[in-house]
């Protein structure tokens, strides 16, 4: 049976969290389905992977700045926007939440974030479990929920940081499920 994601031009954005890990399975469990995966990793997330994972398993070029524009567009981080049909980033960090509810635009990801407002946007944040409680935290949350933005977890269990707590970046799978059923306007 033909996936629901073929074809589908999707924006995978990842951060600089512990988490980062997994969004090179999301990227390969997405490529899988035959979506078409343009990757863009902050400079926090590149400490933590390396560009090249997400290239092996997506097969495209991956995009780490603004002024390291694709090669086969004019403006990258309007051009990768105006292209993508869904916009997912996983993890997303507090600082990205922050950025993204005040419109800061300092580096790619949160460019493109910015040009990207009127396609559907999924989030999928991870964090310790004090940052996700932060009122801060939460009031961006709410800020970006307001603005239509859709959330995926976080969920609880152990963190990174050996706490046990609400922060886990939601799971690949449940990503995908969100996924498909932002694109089936459901
Ligand atoms: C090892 C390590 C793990 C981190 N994990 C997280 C995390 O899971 N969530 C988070 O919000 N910040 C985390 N941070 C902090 C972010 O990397 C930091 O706020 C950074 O500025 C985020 O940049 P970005 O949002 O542009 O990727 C971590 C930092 C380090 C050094």
Known sequence: ????????????????????????????KLTGEGAVVHCILTDSACKLVVPKSFEAVT???????????PQEYRIGHVSLADRAQV??????????????AIGLCDDLLST?????WEKP?????AMNDRM???PAVQQNV???RNRGWRFVGPAAGRLACGREGLGRMAEPAEILDMIRSVCSGS
């Open 59 to 69: 097969g495209r070029e991956v995009f780490t700045g603004l002024w390291s524009a």
């Open 87 to 100: 916009m997912v980033v996983a993890p997303a960090t507090a600082n990205l939440l922050a950025k993204a």
């Open 121 to 125: 946007i999924i989030i999928a944040p």
């Open 132 to 134: 996700w409680s932060n």
């Open 1 to 28: 049976m033909a996936s629901d994601l073929k074809g589908l031009e999707v924006i995978l954005g990842v951060t600089g969290g512990i988490a980062a890990y997994k969004a090179v399975d999301l990227a390969s």
């Open 112 to 116: 493109t974030l910015c040009a990207a």
């Open 142 to 144: 709410g800020t970006l």
